[in-house]
């Protein structure tokens, strides 16, 4: 079945410091792969959608200068949280969408823990 | 604007007896309906899904869903709950894409206790 991993499982940086989680599709291709947010007992939130040899698109009042998404191949998705600060710690989760079979699924990596002291 | 509601945001049940967990969404088109469960500090697993035909569902780990147009709604179901279901589970709508879809908009969640 169709695997996304993401790395680091989790991850603690300083206040100011960037840190980059990757996502990748192990088995399929991914031109489209999502970022996800989720704050302690709240639900999913999505961040963005990464697009493979294109920019990402953005929600509305996520930062894109603070959250950096780069889609450079079509297994692999990153996202660099740049000059983190505590409020940025979070449960960030990857999903990659299968472009090839209808109703093109999106499947969830196991989600990065981070925390910025 | 698509939305997905879960009006239980905890509930508790003994181990042994019926769950249903409700959702209902607001999509104009047909949707594509999920339900999710996800232990602490642990990803998203899927448990069923429904994208057309057969509008009650069988998941994995015994639950079952039913699509209900009518009522725009999509509960979950287990018939006798074990003390590994308690975990956090989300109801999903797809959304965003003609004959497809793009963005996953969830519910809140609905925490599920189990007593022994």
């Known amino acids: 079945g169709a695997v996304v991993s993401q790395h680091p499982s989790w991850v603690i940086c300083k206040s100011g410091t960037s840190v980059k989680i990757e996502c990748r599709s192990l088995?399929?291709?991914?031109?489209?792969m999502f970022w996800y947010r989720q704050f302690p007992k709240q639900s999913l939130m999505l961040m963005a959608t990464s697009n493979e040899g294109s920019k990402a698109t953005y929600e509305q009042g996520v930062e894109k200068d603070k959250f950096l998404i780069n889609h450079a191949s079509l297994t692999l998705s990153t996202l660099t949280v740049t000059s983190a600060h505590p409020e940025d710690s979070s449960f960030y989760i990857c999903?990659?969408?299968?472009?090839?079979?209808?109703?093109?699924?999106?499947?969830f990596g196991p989600g990065t823990r981070l925390t910025v002291t | 604007a698509q939305s997905v509601t879960q009006p239980d945001i905890h509930i508790t049940v003994s181990e042994g007896a019926s769950l249903e967990l409700r959702c209902n969404y607001s999509y104009g088109a047909t949707p594509y309906l999920f339900w999710y469960v996800q232990s602490p500090g642990q990803g998203l697993q899927l448990l069923l899904k429904?994208?057309?035909?057969?509008?009650l569902v069988q998941g994995i780990k015994g639950f079952e869903a039913e699509f209900k147009r009518s009522q725009s709604s999509f509960n979950l179901r287990k018939p006798s709950v074990h003390w590994s279901d308690a975990a956090e589970y989300f109801c999903?709508?797809?959304?965003?894409?003609?004959?497809?879809?793009?963005?996953?908009?969830f519910g809140a969640g609905t925490r599920l206790a189990v007593h022994p």
């Open positions: 429904y994208f057309s035909g057969d509008t």
């Open positions: 999903s990659a969408r299968d472009d090839v079979t209808f109703p093109y699924e999106q499947y």
């Open positions: 999903a709508v797809g959304a965003g894409l003609t004959g497809g879809y793009n963005k996953l908009i």
């Open positions: 088995d399929f291709q991914a031109t489209t």
